[in-house]
């Protein structure tokens, strides 16, 4: 096999790839952020009115371990009954397990292609 | 056998990069404990909580448990192959001998976000911590945390631009300095040593046992890989340590025993002390749940341990993440698979510099930009693919290099269920992250095509092919 020979980066070209890759990487976390689609933000669905530890299904213990931290049932409202929403879709969900199985599967399969160029240019054909 | 032997006093297993300067070689089996629960341990002081928030505490505990079972997999699997693959870049290096260029530059990519995240995340909750002492000395008024976060992350990345051996002694210290606390406030707030304050039953009971019932089990899975998030660091330092056989292995192996205890203590600590609802939210409610539980302690002597305590885990792991964040870039730069002006080696302090500043602002922006949440969701992601990666890694390993065919300097038992094993908890965490996090799930995935196209079709035109396989290995079989 013949020896592959790469071309000779430009220092222009070095910055481009690092300021591209840089932007897909902040772009993965801000984009979904920015568009409040990242995460599933916890809800209070039924919000109490004057709310006492009682009320908000407080033992005593709790109660007290809440006062020790510096709440009050007011203070604590929010902090107590908000709660994920885990109903879902279940097509959403084989669609992620589509996404992740076929990223995988390209992967591999692009990796073996360039693999095999290695093993033939370092131990010969 | 053929001449491969990593354990070898002549062989190290290195090969040639062309680099006329190379990493010291100064580590011991300690530092590689140090590196790898260092790193982990700040797991124990913040985030393990919100997989309480997710699920509950008894669900959090079953989380913490199948992620202990995943993470001795990761460690006995890594353990084998890094006691035989000792370059920087650690599972990066790995996956560019055993599976493919375009694996290994996404597995160097995990491990840069992974690790880069984390460091954000420390840098958050040593902020955090100074603006509470600040609160509790007599300070009035809002602390600004963000110059401390930014003093972190630049005091840090100036420690290991300056040297591995004093920044992996110094996380030596520190990461001691925290286990001990940890094991201290066990013992003072059980009961086994004077007036206990654990109340499990009573702050466990009714909507607090299970909150979503057996769908908060799987869900708190999702978080429960922050107690030993990073355990796999410690291949890192395989081109820096003096006996890599001997000391990687030791090293992993050690570190996930010591976790393991650290973890199970912190959750009977926290929910035996802390309301559930409290503890799982580490943004509005405990962001330092160990810090939080000697608070009510009632001994000001608890709560300056846990105080500094926290402190130092967050800095040791900050530590370690850049440290190793630097390694695998560094690595990918030298093999061109990025700019090669990221692979240069400092002429006097033999460290990665250009990529140790490189990440800094990185760092900078999402320690500053993002809640600690998301920033571990998105560390969690990268770790959680880079585990997917693992059991392929060595399946592939162990066909393309038999036993027979390169000494390892240790070999895990019963292959391949640990790998299945691995495989089958990482499918469980991929639902438990869907559970709540499933946009974020799927941006980090769309991501990492769209890089993989990138890289494939025009950066790996940069790289040679033959060059990149450095190890002194035989021609795996059937090739």
């Known amino acids: 096999m013949a020896r592959y020979t790469p071309p000779e980066q430009s220092k222009i070209g070095q910055l481009i790839d690092v300021v591209v890759l840089l932007g897909l990487s902040l772009g993965a976390l801000f984009v979904p952020l920015r568009m409040g689609l990242s995460g599933a933000a916890k809800v209070v669905a039924t919000p109490v009115e004057n709310p006492t530890w009682e009320t908000l299904g407080q033992t005593a213990v709790q109660a007290a371990q809440y006062e020790a931290l510096g709440y009050t049932p007011a203070t604590a409202h929010d902090l107590i009954l908000a709660r994920f929403d885990y109903s879902f879709e279940w097509s959403s969900l084989i669609l992620m397990a589509v996404l992740i199985i076929g990223y995988f599967v390209i992967m591999l399969r692009l990796s073996e292609q360039e693999y095999k160029d290695v093993i033939n240019e370092k131990f010969g054909e | ?479």
Not at chain 2, 154 to 161: G, I, T, V
Not at chain 2, 306 to 320: D, Q, V
Not at chain 2, 373 to 394: A, E, H, R, W
Request: charge should be positive; glycine fraction near 12%.
């Open chain 2, 1 to 479: 056998m053929a001449n491969t032997d990593i354990t070898s006093k002549v062989m190290d297993g290195m090969g040639p990069h062309g680099t006329k300067v190379g990493l010291l070689r100064v580590l011991g089996p300690a530092h590689v404990w140090a590196l790898g629960v260092g790193i982990v341990l700040v797991g124990e002081y913040m985030g393990w909580n919100f997989a309480v928030g997710k699920g509950g505490a008894y669900a959090a505990l079953i989380a913490c448990w199948f992620a202990g079972i995943l993470y001795t997999c990761v460690a006995m699997i890594d353990s084998e192959v890094t006691s035989t693959v000792a370059a920087a870049g650690g599972q990066y290096t790995q996956a560019k001998h055993i599976i493919g260029p375009l694996m290994a530059f996404n597995v160097g990519l995990y491990l840069v976000f992974a690790y880069t995240m984390l460091e954000a995340g420390n840098a958050i909750t040593a902020g955090y911590l100074v603006s509470v002492v600040a609160g509790m000395t007599g300070y009035e008024g809002v602390l600004d945390q963000r110059p401390f976060i930014i003093l972190v992350i630049m005091f840090l990345a100036w420690l290991n631009y300056r040297g591995v051996l004093a920044t992996l002694t110094f996380n030596l210290v520190i990461t001691a300095v925290a286990f001990v606390a940890i094991i201290v406030l066990f013992f003072a707030t059980s009961g086994i040593i004077g007036t206990g304050i654990m109340n499990h039953a009573a702050l466990m009971e009714g909507q607090a046992a299970l909150p979503y019932g057996t769908l908060g089990i799987l869900a708190a899975m999702h978080f429960g890989l922050w107690f030993y998030l990073g355990i796999e660091g410690t291949t890192q330092a395989a081109e820096e340590v003096r006996s890599p056989a001997r000391a990687l292995p030791f090293g992993t192996l050690a570190g996930i025993m010591t976790l393991l205890i650290a973890a199970t203590l912190t959750w009977y600590i926290c929910t035996g002390i802390l309301p559930w609802e409290f503890l799982g939210d580490g943004v509005n409610g405990s962001v330092a749940p160990l810090f939080d539980a000697a608070r009510l302690s009632g001994s000001t002597g608890l709560v300056w341990l846990l105080g500094f305590g926290t402190l130092f885990a967050t800095l040791a792991s900050a530590n370690g993440c850049i440290n190793d964040a630097s390694r695998a870039w560094f690595s990918m730069g030298r093999d061109r698979y990025l700019p090669k002006w990221f692979g240069a080696v400092h002429p006097k302090y033999r460290t990665p510099y250009r990529s140790i500043i490189f990440l800094v602002p990185i760092a900078l922006i999402f320690a500053l930009g993002a809640p600690l949440d998301q920033v571990i969701t998105f560390s969690i992601l990268s770790g959680l693919l880079g585990y997917t990666f693992m059991p392929l890694n060595v399946i592939l390993f162990r066909r393309k290099w038999p036993l027979d065919s390169i000494k390892r300097g240790y070999e895990h038992p019963f292959h391949p269920l640990p790998a299945y094993v691995l495989l089958a908890l990482c499918a469980i965490t991929y639902v438990a992250v869907f559970l709540g996090y499933g946009t974020q799930l799927i941006a980090m995935i769309l991501f990492y095509v769209v890089v993989s196209l990138w890289f494939h079709f025009w950066r790996y035109r940069f790289v040679n092919r033959g060059a990149q396989f450095t190890m002194p290995w035989p021609r795996p079989k059937g090739y």
